[in-house]
């Protein structure tokens, strides 16, 4: 099984381009990293976790810039977001960045894309809440008629763009009807999101990876009455904690990546985090 890392990388711990490094070196297949904008101090939106909101959330990264600093130091290491919160950005514009990370790297680009928790993060983005996934399979139809071989019109709900000149254009050709890099959605499984998996996405990335058992054949009825391919389907356990026995699981499953969840540390804790991880891959 592949096993790629994922954390919050802040302006407080290891530098995206020496973890990359490390990550290719100890052969694990990929690095994800989440997006906040910021995090407004007076909310109401719970922390989904429970508890107090851990103070990284406010101090993450650019996912776009550092991704772009970890594919200039590596070959092979694949780079991923999880996920990018697409109802906060301009489609047009992340169709650019998405497009041209995807190119400088070679192709290795995977677009982990979600639909958000923080209620007050989203509404400073004009985001209207209970019509964001609506926006968002909008704005992922825009986005792949700007990645479309010929120059392709969208006149959409939320959005429109006139056929256009625009690239690079992702290294991946389409794929049934997704065009653009490799694209997985995250979210609780449900009807919804299991739609909209099998309409615009390769797959899911199931936060916890927890009741995949009972949520995976559901998923691939939907996926299979919509007319796509039943060894398509990818489905990349997120943000887990290794264990044998876990990852025996999900190769039962017929899964052949995770995504194994680092805390936000300086360079010397996560090296000795990747060091104990390197039993699994």
Request: proline share 9%; net charge negative; hydrophobic share 40%.
């Amino acid at each position: 099984m592949r096993l790629a890392v994922t954390i919050f990388l802040t302006d407080e711990t290891i530098t995206p381009t020496r973890l990359a490094r490390e990550l290719e070196q100890r052969g694990f297949a990929g690095l994800y990293l989440p997006e906040h904008t910021h995090i407004p101090v007076e909310r109401t939106t719970p922390y989904p976790a429970g508890g107090d909101l851990p103070p990284e959330y406010g101090r993450t990264l650019d996912p776009f810039v550092a991704l772009g600093q970890a594919a200039a130091v590596t070959e092979r290491l694949a780079l991923g977001t999880g996920i990018t919160l697409v109802a906060q950005h301009d489609p047009i514009d992340l169709a650019k960045q998405i497009a041209t990370l995807d190119h400088l790297s070679g192709g290795r680009f995977t677009l982990g894309l979600g639909y958000g928790w923080n209620v007050e993060e989203a509404a400073d983005h004009g985001v209207e809440w209970r019509t964001r996934r609506a926006l968002i399979r909008d704005r992922m139809a825009l986005m792949r008629a700007l990645w479309s071989d010929e120059p392709t019109a969208y006149e959409g709900e939320f959005g429109s763009v006139r056929a256009s000149t625009a690239y690079p254009k992702p290294v991946q050709k389409p794929r049934g009807p997704v065009v653009g890099p490799r694209t997985l959605i995250g979210g609780s499984a449900g009807p919804k999101l299991f739609a909209h998996i099998s309409e615009y996405a390769d797959g899911w990335l199931p936060i916890g990876g927890r009741g995949l058992t009972e949520s995976l054949p559901v998923l691939r009825s939907v996926w299979a009455d919509a007319g796509r391919d039943p060894a398509a389907l990818q489905v990349v356990p997120y943000a887990i904690q290794p264990t044998p026995g876990k990852l025996a699981h999900y190769a039962d499953l017929g899964i052949e990546e995770a995504v194994v969840q680092l805390p936000p540390v300086g360079e010397a804790e996560a090296l000795s985090l990747l060091d104990a991880y390197a039993p699994y891959l």
